[in-house]
């Protein structure tokens, strides 16, 4: 895949539980030629996460931090856990000239959308609600409380595909698919954009 004269800041989105980890480390094993951002957060290392790969766990103080000296493009809290996108990941892959992929949940893509307007903003879905209960079931890292708290925010969220650029369906059993079809898009992007 050639590089752009001027890479893409593409934008990752979509409810909790549709699979964006999952079609992003599918992306980086097929060899994707992007930059993937990795966020900071406070929240709980999970079972089989690793740090600085899956996310940057950090305390609730460095965060801070972070925050206050224009170290994170974005941050929010999301269900008690604040997460970011660490600047300098983004600033030094641009000035490289590749391509960057943010992942970020639909709140933040709304302040990016603030920030750089000529970012290309994918939003992954699944096609039925049912499979995001699902996914978020076998995770079993929520109460029954916080998981419903989940849904209903992804209800929510669903309803904001259309602010998007392109929606990609993440569809049980084919992340293969959605991997190929969200690079098949930067690619198409970045020639047209040329």
Known sequence: MARSEKPLVVILSGPSGVGKDAVLSRMKQLGFPYHFTVTATTRTIRTGETDGVDYIFVSK??????????????????????????????????????????????????????????????????????????RLKRRMTESPEALQRRLDTALKEMEEAPKFDFIVYNREGRIDDAALEIGSIIDRERTSRD
């Open 61 to 134: 103080e460095t965060f801070s931090r972070m925050a206050d000296a224009d170290g994170l493009l974005e941050s929010a809290n999301v269900y008690g856990n604040m997460y970011g996108i660490p600047r300098d990941q983004v600033t030094k892959a641009l000035e490289a000239g590749q391509d960057v992929v943010v992942k970020i949940d639909v709140q933040g893509a709304a302040t990016i959308r603030e920030i750089l307007p000529d970012a290309l903003f994918i939003f992954l879905a699944a096609p039925e609600m049912s499979e995001v209960a699902s």
